[in-house]
């Protein structure tokens, strides 16, 4: 049996570390939404809404988690990767469903991002997003699909858009029916 050399080693020990990075790069990532302000009062939950906690700036929410704002009172969020920000008004309710951010090489990043709106209004900017990347947003009507876009969205199902366009499948009687909300 011959022993490893130096060389062999070194050589080993660099496509184990370039695997890693490959696998690193392609697994997809838990990103968290960021409280950059809170004005009045809001509350946030992790657990579904079986516990309230008072929102802070700079509390981090994860997926599954819910806030929701008081009357007069707004919270801005910084999605980073997913967003990058949506402002939650007042008297609304806002699930985080997902959050996912997965490098594909070359520059490019499939995010992955799940809005629940129960309750209220959101207004958001999204940057342009990779062909393979989700944005949307649920309400108790309707999906709204968003690319690259600035958006203001109700949970009654109402969209407005300042940039960009924006895809709503609103169900009625039952059935699906597909509008694309441009700019204006």
Request: glycine residues 14%; aromatic residues 4%; proline residues 4%.
């Amino acid at each position: 049996m011959r022993p490893f050399g130096i060389s062999k080693v070194f050589g080993l020990a660099i496509a184990a570390a370039l695997l890693g990075l490959v696998a690193s790069e392609a697994a997809p990532v838990q990103n968290r939404a960021e409280v950059r302000a809170v004005r009045g009062t809001a509350n946030y939950s992790t657990d579904r809404g079986a516990n309230w906690k008072k929102l802070n700036v700079g509390t981090r929410l994860g997926e599954h988690s819910i806030l929701r704002t008081a009357p007069g009172s707004t919270v801005d969020l910084f999605l980073g990767d997913n967003g990058p920000v949506v402002r939650v008004t007042e008297d609304t309710t806002l699930g985080i469903d997902r959050l996912n951010s997965e490098n594909m090489g070359g520059g490019e990043k499939v995010i992955e991002t799940q809005l629940d709106l129960r309750s209220g209004r959101i207004l958001g900017n999204v940057k342009k997003l990779a062909a393979a990347s989700k944005y949307e947003v649920k309400t108790p009507v309707g999906v709204a699909g968003i690319r690259g876009t600035k958006y203001d969205i109700r949970a009654d199902g109402t969209v407005a858009v300042t940039e960009g366009t924006v895809v709503v499948v609103y169900i009625v009687g039952g059935q699906p029916t597909t509008v694309t909300v441009p700019a204006g």
